[in-house]
């Protein structure tokens, strides 16, 4: 990273799309390669599995031969030196315990997925053509996916896993899901989700409709050739890193940025930190001379606090599979037009804003009703949510039913907070929104 930082090249995405639009094929298509790949490996396992006990005994017994040699020529005073280096040598290399190195987890259970991590330098992708059967399973979990996307490790004990350490993984994740049903989920344990920043770390795309000319017969081969060379570089990478592990070659390749990407990452990292700050939003200056509005992203702060991280991570991808180990200024650019795209397909999803459109409005009345009460009232800043439910039926707040997503969408900004006390009951604290207006 342009600070100095070292970051998993981790990817996650999430496709929401209706039936007919093209999931399956798609899901089918990109993972052919890499489930081959999982079936070649499978039986490779299970052939180095069957050999280790053999290789391990030997691999012992020439030790042990050595060893007695050393203390026999040390008894009698002869030259050992060349027995010890003889030694060194073959401890160094004691047979490796074979291990399964999965490309692919499909439709499986978090503990499995964790339990499949476990250990240092795994590669390993998380993929799913109805994802919502791993995120009513992965919500459990979450706290640890989030750590292994953002730093790639985690040390965690869960149920059914025992104690699980990862180290240096690089997880990658796309879940494909029908929107209807992703909805669902979110009603019963979205919510859980959003509070533990799962759904900050992910890419979302909606697909309203097939691309004219995608499924067409007439232009597949067009279609297809840009698909055909990604599965090629990726056919290319699984042989290199095939015969890396066979040579023993465990040196990690390093992709960096150039001066000009540096100073292009450097500036969409900078308008991300201002638009998604609501002191920002509240502070005069020059931001809006740079094409961009302080604090608009306030409603998904969340996912835009992770946008310049999400657009290395695609530029570093982007220049590795076209052979390059520096990130230039025109892939880095490339890079931050795909995540800018990913911020309004996440808005449309996500924010409040969006979703119900009268609660910008519905936000501004509440502001205003909180400003009066703090002056009405010798500077209070603490409202029961009772009493606020009270004042919106009985006065001319009358948000009805939108008063609570008003709430949340200031709560999303910063601006109040909701907290319960021992006795059961909620008190919104709007200390930060007088503070701001000050």
Avoid at 288 to 307: H, I, M, N, S, T
Wanted: proline share 3%; with cysteine; aromatic share 8%.
């Amino acid at each position: 990273m342009p600070d100095g930082r070292f970051v998993p090249l981790s990817l996650y995405f999430l496709i929401l799309a209706e039936t007919g639009l093209g999931k399956s094929p798609a899901f089918e298509t990109f993972f052919r390669l890499f489930q081959e790949r999982d079936r070649t490996a499978a039986g490779a396992f299970e052939k180095a599995t069957k050999e280790y006990p053999a290789r391990h005994r030997s691999w012992r017994r020439q030790c042990d031969d050595l060893t007695k040699m050393l203390s026999k020529a040390r008894q009698k005073g002869e030259p050992l030196h060349h027995i010890q280096v003889e030694l060194n040598s073959l401890v160094e290399q004691e047979p490796i315990e074979p291990r399964l190195q999965n490309w692919l987890i499909s439709d499986t259970t978090a503990a499995a997925f964790l339990k499949r991590l476990a250990g240092v330098g795994e590669s390993i992708a998380l993929a799913g053509d109805e994802g919502e059967k791993l995120l009513a399973h992965l919500y459990q979990y979450i706290a640890d996916l989030c750590q292994l996307w953002s730093h790639g490790r985690t040390d965690s004990h869960r149920i059914g896993t025992g104690t699980t350490l990862v180290v240096n993984s690089r997880v990658m994740a796309l879940l494909l899901i029908q929107a209807e049903n992703f909805y669902k989920f979110c009603e019963a344990a979205g919510k859980k989700a959003f509070g533990m920043g799962v759904w900050a770390r992910f890419l979302t795309i909606t697909p309203k409709e097939p691309r004219p000319g995608f499924t067409s017969t007439e232009n597949l081969d067009a279609t297809n050739e840009p698909l055909d060379a990604f599965l090629a570089r990726i056919a290319e990478l699984i042989t290199e890193r095939a015969r890396r592990v066979k040579a023993g070659v465990t040196e990690q390749d390093i992709v960096e940025f150039n001066a000009d990407a540096r100073d292009c990452w450097d500036a969409f990292d900078r308008e991300m930190r201002v638009r998604s700050s609501s002191h920002a939003a509240n502070r005069k200056g020059n931001d809006a001379d740079e094409g961009y509005k302080p604090g608009d992203l306030l409603d998904v702060r969340a996912f835009a606090a992770k946008a310049s991280m999400h657009a290395a991570r695609l530029a570093a991808v982007f220049a590795y599979f076209i052979g390059d180990t520096k990130i230039t200024l025109d892939t880095m650019e490339c890079a931050i037009r795909i995540i800018r795209y990913h911020i309004e397909a996440y808005r449309d999803q996500f924010s409040l804003a969006k979703v119900i459109p009268r609660v910008v409005e519905d936000c501004l009345k509440l502001e205003t009703f909180f400003r009066r009460l703090n002056l009405n009232s010798g500077g209070s800043t603490v409202v029961s949510l009772d009493s606020l439910h009270h004042i919106n039926t009985t006065s001319d707040l009358k948000l009805d039913k939108y008063l609570l997503p008003a709430l949340l969408h200031l709560q999303q900004q910063g601006k109040i907070q909701i907290i319960p006390t021992n006795g059961g009951k909620q008190y919104v604290h709007f200390r930060s929104l007088i503070n701001m207006i000050n």
